[in-house]
């Protein structure tokens, strides 16, 4: 093998200037201009405006660290009250809220936020482009993951602090027993986190899946890459039903809904069906982009490419799916079916498999290369030796009669601190050290960063490990002190004792990274000798990425090179002309799923204050929620309203001859006004998102439904199905006017498809209106029983995605009428016929199982 690096040349560049039609030649540097088209604006309002995946990612990270540090700081305290028997350092009351704000700290706040931060850093690099799809919606992430959090811990200042417990089991979190503050500061405040996790999942898929360097096929693609794009996927389903979940407790609680209280028809296991369908799926969310991590590292520390690529990418899609038929291994206890219970161990042994995969995997590449043991490889090591033992446990406890005896001990927190510190946090060590030179042009101190190594692995087994054994001699999980003499004294000390060592082993560094931001060995071109394309750039990374944007021949394109086939000699010719082309805005290429291949270069949106205003928007209805502040609840909707009617004010940017010179030239569309492909595929995620809400509430509704064997329940009558026909018909109406307008424009047709827009959204206004008038005739209220309230709740949501559909039609409708769209663009009229036929179908699963299914079942 031979490793190759990437240099940027000084080059000349011609400016085509649209307006007054001149060819101006300049002669600085190709970078320094590339440098200043992306570069974010400057100033403290500029901080607000700043977009660059670079920026963004390293404030998440930042952020999400400093979560870990305050969660920390909290597990200190809880171990102080623990290290001896009868202990009064904390309060019953104070340990609750520390257990409770520690745990959705680590769950909500640091790992998975930090993992985003990772991925939106990262794969514009690796991938061999020059920015993420959105970086407007990465802009929106940061600002409502930061301001969420805030808000969180705020719960501090009007002493209310959350202390339900990080999973909020009702009814403990329900209004009876949990009135006021404090467990709506822990809905709506993680609910606004869920948000930024969302929204950093969309740019994800869409960046691995669209914006890869031409040549990267799907088989030639990272494994990291391979694993962030599972995740992302695995979070638009988990976190979207922990939201539907945490909807449904709050309008418990606020509205007088009864889905959780089993007086009124409704069921306590909900929740946890919710949660767990939720919480499961998350602890794999976690690993695998760890594991994508050890999977980058792994092969530059010992010389040579991973074995078993191929085996290992299976084995991360099969974890990501078989992760959401494991949920109710935490519910052993609750008194499900047998049948139920042995499907469920089944998978959770099963789920063993695929990790063991990839664990053979890593170590058949270390046996078979020559290891370098520097800092990132000894954490990586750490993780294979502290998740191997996790993983046992985690089988021990998915056998069903052993979980019954150690389910509510502390051999379950040993365990899953096993599995997500050491599953998560040493290669997330392993990560920040190995990539920090890409980050910053330095280094970091390889001796404090071995003693980083050696003290937090130790000290993290004398902490947890202990745990196994006092949870097996009977010590519950949640309490806050315990009595003398029944043998749990010695292994608590030892635990706390631990548990500063590893502060401390933090501390290290921290001391470390600091240290070497500013005198850090500075980092040569590819210090590690790594083979992914993120080190073949300057150091730290420009801005821009790649002037050049590469041609990716092998999965190794910094250790293999492979002679240009003839075939695409023309690509590349193309990918010179556009690095010199003096394009007056930020161009990024799309390329196809499968093979990469070019079809679009589009402009990437540039630095705007809209998406924090939106962001202020969502947290201004969030805080105000919170308080019951219902005119505030509305001010942050027209706030976040108006936000995003800026965000996406289309700039009209007209075709120059030079850019339709290039497209005949090259056979490639260019889209100075945004790619037609990343929108289609923002509007498809945001499709699945409402289905995946959809079959939550549908999921509730039959929960709920088969505890019952009279329907409705409470003596209910039956729904009028009259007005949801009618509706019914009118959103089938809008859609088929849709999509005939959508086709008339298509065709360069000048009349009639702005009349369809407003026809379209006549008759969605129709559906939405059958639904108003249903609601308001029927004898109950959504405060009667659980059946009234899942049929407002449904009715409602089948409502709202019309409106969501006819908010997307005023928009297209404001701009058609001045004539904005024309044959080749408007994607915002296809996306909305798109959106209509997914309406139609949702729509009719709604009204279907509301107004339909009393009658047959």
Known sequence: MTRTSST???????????????????????????????????????????????????????????????????????????????????????????????????????????????????????????EMPFPRLGQFSFFTFLLGGILFFSSFLFN???????????????????????????????????????????????????????????????????????????????????????????????????????????????????????????????????????????????????????????????TGVMSFALWAHHMFTSGMPQAAMSFFAVASILIAIPAGIQIFSWLATIWYGKPVWRTPLLFVVGFLFTFVIGGLTGVMVGVVPFDWQVHDSYFVVAHFHYVLIGGVTFPIFAALYYWFPLFTGRLMSERLGQWHFWIFFIAFHVTFFPMHIVGMLGMPRRVYTYEAGLGWDIYNLISTVGSFFVAFAVLLFIINFLYSLRNGKEAGPNPWGADTLEWGTKLPAPNYGFAELPIVRSRHPLWEEHPLPERQKPLKSMLEELAQWPLNWRAAVTTSVLEARPTEIFRVAGPSIWPVVTAVGVITMFTAEIFTLRILVAAGLIVMLIGLLGWHWPDKIEVTARELEFERKHNIAVYPNGSPTITRWSMMLMILLIAIATSIFIFSYFFIRLQHEVWPYGNLPLPDVLLPAIGTGAVVVAALIMMWTNRRISQDERSGWRWGLLLAFLSGAVAVACIVLDLRQVPFDHTQNAYASLYWALAIFA??????????????????????????????????????????????????????????L
């Open 160 to 318: 209310a602090v959350p202390d339900a417990g990080w999973f909020a089991y009702v009814p403990l979190s329900g209004p009876a027993y949990s009135p006021g503050l404090p467990l709506d500061f822990w809905l709506l405040g993680l609910g606004v986190a869920e948000v930024a996790a969302i929204a950093a999942g969309v740019e994800i898929i869409i960046a691995v899946l669209r914006m890869r360097a031409p040549g990267m096929a799907l088989h030639r693609m990272p494994v990291l890459a391979w694993a962030l794009l599972v995740t992302a996927i695995m979070i638009l389903f988990a976190f979207t039903t922990l939201l539907v979940a945490s909807l449904l407790l709050e309008v418990d609680r606020k509205l007088g809904t009864q889905f959780f209280n089993p007086d009124a028809g409704g069921s306590a296991l909900l929740w946890q069906h919710l949660f767990w369908i939720f919480g499961h799926p998350e602890v794999y969310i976690q690993f695998i982009p760890a594991a994508g991590f050890v999977s980058s590292i792994v092969p530059v520390f010992v010389r040579r490419p991973l074995i078993g690529y191929s085996y290992i990418v299976v084995a991360l899609i099969v």
């Open 8 to 130: 940027e040349k000084p080059m000349s560049r011609e400016i085509f200037v649209a307006g007054d039609q001149k060819a101006i030649e300049r002669t600085e540097p190709l970078d320094e201009r590339l440098s200043q088209r992306w570069a974010d604006p400057s100033g403290f309002w500029g901080w607000f405006g700043a977009l660059q995946n670079d920026a963004l990612g390293g404030r998440i990270m930042t952020t999400a660290f400093t979560f870990f540090l305050i969660a920390g700081v909290m597990a200190l305290l809880m171990r102080m009250q623990l290290i001896s028997a009868e202990n009064t350092f904390l309060g019953p009351d104070t340990y609750n809220e520390l257990f409770t704000m520690h745990g959705s700290t680590m769950m909500f706040l640091f790992v998975v936020p930090m993992l985003e931060g990772f991925a939106i850093f990262l794969l514009p690099f690796m991938l061999g482009n020059r």
């Open 799 to 856: 409502a709202a995605i019309v409106v969501g559909g006819l908010l997307q039609n005023l928009y297209t409708q404001a701009f058609a009428w001045t004539g904005r769209y024309s044959s080749r663009d408007h994607i915002a009229i296809d996306i909305g016929a798109m959106y209509w036929k997914a309406a139609v179908v949702l729509w009719a699963v709604l009204v279907a199982t509301v107004y339909g299914a009393p009658y047959l």
